[in-house]
C-alpha cells in the first residue's frame, strides 16, 4: 500500500512538472501554420459542426522518435482547424524504461502543445505498459486498468486487453447492459481484427469480446498493436480500426489480401481526427506530414 503511494505520488510530482515545462529534451517551435510539411494547405474532410463532440485517437506512440514528436506537431496545426476535445491513446504509450525522463521524451514533451491546451488524453494499457501508468495524472486513467467515461451521447470504454479475465468481461456486460448512449465506442491495444504480418488478428481475444460487443450494440472499435493504419470491412455491423502508428511504423506491414481491408495504409505514421453528430460519426486520418490517407462517415448502427 505504501509503495503503490509512493509511486502514485510519483506519478502526481511528474504530471505537475509536465505541466509547469521542463528543460528535458527537446521544444518545439510554435507552429500554427495550417500547411502540411510540403508547404500545401493542410485538407479538412470534417464537417465541424456546431455542437459535435471532436476527438482525436493515437496508438503506439511512446517511442520518443524525433517522427513521433513531427506526428503531435501534425496534430496541433490540425487542432487549428478541427478543435478537438480530447484525445484517446490505444497503447503502448510509453516504450523501454518508464522513468519521469521517459515520461517526459515519450509523452510529456512531444504533446507538451496540447497538454498546455487542456486536452485531455485517455490511455489505454498496451503490452509494453506498466500498470502504474494507471495512476499518472495525464493519462487521466483514475488507478484504473480498464474504465468508463461519457461525453455527451457518446460512452468510451477503455479495456486492458493485456489479461481480459473474468473479473474485467463480468464488469464490462454489466456496464454496457445498462448504457444508454447512443453510441458505444471500446478502446483497447490488441487486435480482434487486423491484416497486417506482424501481428494480425487475436482471434483468442475476439472469441471473449466480439459476442458482448454484438450483443451490447457497440458501434465503434479502436485498437493499436500492429503499426500501420486499418479500416477492417464492418464485422457482424461493427466497424474496427487499427490505429497503432503515431510513434512507430511497421513499413509495408499490410497483407491485402486478408480480405478484411476496407482501407489501409502503412507507408507512414499517422493519427485520426473523429467528429460525431447525431447518428453521423465522421473520420479523417492524417499522415505524419499532414495527407489525408482516409476519411469517412458512419452512420450508427440501427440495432432491433
Ligand atoms: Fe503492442
Not at 510540403?38 to 456546431?50: E, H, M, R, S, T
Not at 510529456?108 to 495512476?135: E, I
Not at 456486460?173 to 480482434?192: I, Y
Request: with cysteine; net charge positive; hydrophobic share 35%.
Amino acid at each position: 500500500m505504501k509503495r503503490l503511494f509512493t509511486s502514485g505520488l510519483i506519478f502526481v510530482l511528474l504530471a505537475f512538472s509536465s505541466f509547469l515545462g521542463s528543460t528535458y529534451c527537446q521544444t518545439l517551435a510554435p507552429n500554427t501554420k495550417a500547411v502540411s510539411s510540403n508547404g500545401a494547405p493542410l485538407k479538412l474532410a470534417l464537417p465541424v459542426n456546431d455542437g459535435s463532440l471532436r476527438f482525436a485517437v493515437i496508438g503506439d506512440t511512446g517511442s520518443g522518435s524525433s517522427k513521433q514528436y513531427q506526428v503531435a506537431e501534425m496534430m496541433v496545426r490540425y487542432r487549428n482547424l478541427f478543435p478537438f476535445e480530447f484525445v484517446l491513446m490505444l497503447g503502448d504509450n510509453i516504450y523501454g524504461g518508464e522513468s519521469p525522463k521517459d515520461f517526459e521524451k515519450k509523452f510529456s514533451n512531444a504533446y507538451k502543445q496540447l497538454l498546455a491546451d487542456k486536452v485531455k488524453f485517455y490511455a489505454t494499457l498496451g503490452n509494453h505498459d506498466l500498470p502504474l501508468q494507471t495512476h499518472y495524472l495525464n493519462f487521466n486513467m483514475d488507478g484504473k486498468e480498464y474504465y468508463r467515461f461519457k461525453k455527451g451521447n457518446v460512452a468510451f470504454y477503455s479495456l486492458n486487453s493485456n489479461y481480459m479475465d473474468k473479473k474485467q468481461v463480468q464488469w464490462l456486460e454489466s456496464e454496457l447492459a445498462k448504457d444508454t448512449s447512443e453510441w458505444k465506442v471500446c478502446f483497447f491495444h490488441h487486435l480482434p481484427y487486423s491484416s497486417a504480418g506482424k501481428h494480425g488478428s487475436d482471434e483468442q481475444l475476439r472469441e471473449v469480446v466480439e459476442p458482448i460487443f454484438v450483443r451490447y450494440g457497440v458501434n465503434i472499435v479502436l485498437c493499436g498493436h500492429d503499426h500501420v493504419y486499418e479500416k477492417i470491412k464492418p464485422q457482424k455491423g461493427i466497424y474496427y480500426f487499427v490505429s497503432g502508428a503515431g510513434g512507430k511504423l511497421r513499413s509495408g506491414d499490410i497483407n491485402r489480401s486478408s480480405g478484411l481491408t476496407d482501407k489501409a495504409y502503412d507507408r507512414d505514421m499517422h493519427f485520426m481526427l473523429f467528429e460525431v453528430d447525431g447518428d453521423q460519426m465522421y473520420f479523417q486520418v492524417i499522415s505524419r506530414t499532414g495527407e489525408t490517407v482516409d476519411a469517412g462517415v458512419m452512420a450508427r448502427q440501427k440495432r432491433g
